[in-house]
């Protein structure tokens, strides 16, 4: 991108205040005066950072500055949950339908953007062991969604036959609090893509995935374990680290509301991550759990 030094700082300051407002538009250029200046920014910068910052281009005269942008109202957390659903399906959209199209080349990632998990509605995670520990644990998936939830996991048994072999998909388990929620501890779950497993099948399907928005291309969840009642976590990490295997697998709520299982549907996995949040950084494969869960207000004790 070539730089205009004749136009000041502040002119492009408030080009790029104007394009963040019309993000879906070109703006008017401050060189060429044609409607082709576009502005564009690092998703994981624009999430964490509330002084982002903007790369602006212009398609008719080449010109362009890179302008990081302080005290925007648009970007303060309390105010900025539309903006970052928009921009996060303005960049996310095109690839997951890459995905899609490639779905036997690309299963694992296929199952992390699989369309269905928006009616499905990922609820809550749980987890299940065998009471002798003769057997590896469960992590179970647990869908508002019954049918839609169980569809998504036919299509990757279909496709993978029960079992992750090359652990392409990347299952994270983020404990630590959320700013703002140090009151109510909680842990993130985080399945996507494995980045460089997702990298090697674009580069052979001869499409390119920016590995910024790599940590966006799956699914999440906040869980908020209810005070008083035993945890779960601890004892699925003691028989992970015992069988270093667990199930990944759909569960629903029966009309008694009680948890069923699904373990025919599952995915046999020999790898997790389990983190702190204290360790992500911006470029993070879970950069998402740094942000995503403040738009989500935990239960009340």
Same mark, same amino acid.
């Given at each position: 991108?070539?730089?205009?030094?004749?136009?000041?700082?502040?002119?492009?300051?408030?080009?790029?205040?104007?394009?963040?407002?019309?993000?879906?538009?070109?703006?008017?250029?401050?060189?060429?005066?044609?409607?082709?200046?576009? $502005?564009?920014?690092?998703?994981? *910068?624009?999430?964490?950072?509330?002084?982002?910052?903007?790369?602006?281009?212009?398609?008719?005269?080449? $010109?362009?500055?890179?302008? @990081?942008?302080? /005290?925007?109202?648009?970007? @303060?957390?309390?105010?900025?949950?539309?903006?970052?659903?928009?921009?996060?399906?303005?960049?996310?959209?095109?690839?997951?339908?890459?995905?899609?199209?490639?779905?036997?080349?690309?299963?694992? %990632?296929?199952?992390?953007?699989?369309?269905?998990?928006?009616?499905?509605?990922? $609820? $809550?995670?749980?987890?299940?062991?065998?009471?002798?520990?003769?057997?590896?644990?469960?992590?179970?998936?647990?869908? /508002?969604?019954?049918? #839609?939830?169980?569809?998504?996991?036919?299509? %990757?048994?279909?496709?993978?036959?029960?079992?992750?072999?090359?652990?392409?998909?990347?299952?994270?388990?983020?404990?630590?609090?959320?700013?703002?929620?140090?009151?109510?501890?909680?842990?993130?779950?985080?399945?996507? %893509?494995?980045?460089?497993?997702?990298?090697?099948? %674009?580069?052979?399907?001869?499409?390119?995935?920016?590995?910024?928005?790599?940590?966006?291309?799956?699914?999440?969840?906040?869980?908020?374990?209810?005070?008083?009642?035993?945890?779960?976590?601890?004892?699925?990490?003691?028989?992970?680290?015992?069988?270093?295997?667990?199930?990944?697998?759909?569960?629903?709520?029966?009309? *008694?509301?009680?948890?069923?299982?699904?373990?025919?549907?599952?995915?046999?996995?020999?790898?997790?991550?389990? @983190?702190?949040?204290?360790?992500?950084?911006? *470029?993070?494969?879970?950069? #998402?759990?740094?942000?995503?869960?403040?738009?989500?207000?935990?239960?009340?004790?």
């Amino acid at each position: 991108m070539k730089s205009n030094d004749r136009l000041s700082t502040d002119s492009w300051s408030t080009i790029a205040k104007l394009a963040i407002s019309n993000p879906m538009s070109a703006v008017e250029c401050p060189k060429c005066h044609a409607r082709s200046l576009t $502005a564009t920014w690092d998703l994981a *910068d624009l999430l964490l950072s509330p002084e982002p910052v903007i790369d602006l281009h212009c398609s008719t005269c080449d $010109a362009g500055n890179r302008i @990081r942008l302080v /005290d925007i109202p648009e970007f @303060r957390p309390s105010e900025r949950e539309a903006m970052i659903e928009m921009i996060v399906r303005e960049q996310v959209d095109p690839i997951v339908k890459r995905i899609q199209d490639h779905v036997k080349t690309m299963p694992a %990632a296929a199952f992390t953007t699989h369309p269905l998990w928006a009616e499905a509605k990922w $609820a $809550a995670t749980t987890f299940r062991w065998h009471p002798t520990s003769e057997a590896p644990p469960i992590m179970g998936i647990v869908f /508002d969604n019954a049918e #839609a939830g169980k569809e998504i996991f036919r299509e %990757a048994k279909r496709q993978m036959n029960h079992s992750d072999r090359f652990e392409e998909i990347r299952v994270s388990i983020i404990e630590g609090p959320v700013p703002g929620q140090e009151k109510r501890p909680g842990y993130s779950v985080h399945i996507c %893509a494995d980045p460089e497993s997702l990298a090697a099948h %674009a580069t052979i399907e001869d499409f390119v995935v920016d590995p910024t928005i790599v940590p966006f291309l799956g699914q999440w969840n906040r869980h908020y374990p209810i005070p008083g009642l035993p945890q779960m976590l601890p004892r699925f990490k003691q028989e992970f680290d015992r069988h270093k295997e667990f199930l990944l697998a759909p569960a629903v709520r029966r009309a *008694d509301g009680q948890l069923w299982f699904e373990p025919e549907l599952g995915i046999v996995k020999n790898e997790i991550h389990f @983190r702190h949040l204290t360790d992500i950084t911006q *470029d993070d494969p879970d950069a #998402a759990a740094l942000i995503l869960p403040q738009f989500i207000m935990p239960p009340e004790s």
